[in-house]
């Protein structure tokens, strides 16, 4: 991935503050103010000013759906026949898909780009049949490719370092049995990995030692790879391209 810096107006405190909290985000904020010089209260302050003015989506929990008995599907669509009003449905279609787990529209080669989980190929034959059904005389053209490994790296950019750091998560392909408390937790944190536990404790009338002993639990068996954070890039002074969106071209 490639990102373009156009401006970047934060102050050196705010970057240390996204790059900490894109490391971890589920780190305390007495952590973060230790790590950049600040008070538990100005970090506080900080975090929530760069929400109230969306330079932080939300935080989210990085998982690994190899374990959890899904693979990773990534599709390219080139569209037809498609109006303003006509691409923000179907861009709706694939928000509210629970399938899906990163979607964009790209500017290049292809329109369109979704990345969708599936137990198996018959699982995502499905899917993309309905896919077809629903939208296939808007769809011109389509590549789909399995992704066995997607390198992540941190923020280094933030810091202004030009060289990113790989951040090295554990793949393993041994499923692992999630119980209904599991699915509960796993449901709250994968949106909102920052959430109090206060907040966890009300949402899922389960007591604070069972949830830390259930989210460590996920966290040694890896499926829980890590707690990271969503940047709005335009707001950080980038734009973002994805070099695979040109790849298939002729």
Known sequence: KLLICLNM???????????HLDINSRQ???QIARKVGLSKESVNYRINNLIKNNVINYFYTVLN????????????????NVDTKKENEILDYFIKNQRCIWLGTISGNWDL???LLAKNPIDFGKIFQKILNDYGKNILEKNISIIERAPTFNRSYLLGESVP??????????????????KKIL????????????????KTNLTRDIIAY????????KIIQGYRT??????LGYSYEDPEAYEFAD
């Open 65 to 80: 759906t190899l374990q959890m008995g899904y693979s990773h599907y990534k599709i390219y669509f080139k569209l037809q």
């Open 187 to 202: 449901s709250i944190i994968s949106i909102n990995a920052r959430i109090p536990i206060i907040d966890l404790i009300n």
């Open 214 to 221: 259930r989210i460590k639990k996920m966290q040694r068996e």
């Open 113 to 115: 780009g979704v990345s």
């Open 28 to 30: 305390s904020s007495s």
């Open 9 to 19: 107006q934060l102050n050196i405190k705010d970057q240390k503050i996204l790059y």
């Open 165 to 182: 750091i790989e951040l090295e998560y554990e793949e393993k392909e041994e499923k692992k049995e999630l119980d209904k408390i599991d």
């Open 230 to 235: 969503s940047f709005n890039l335009e707001k």
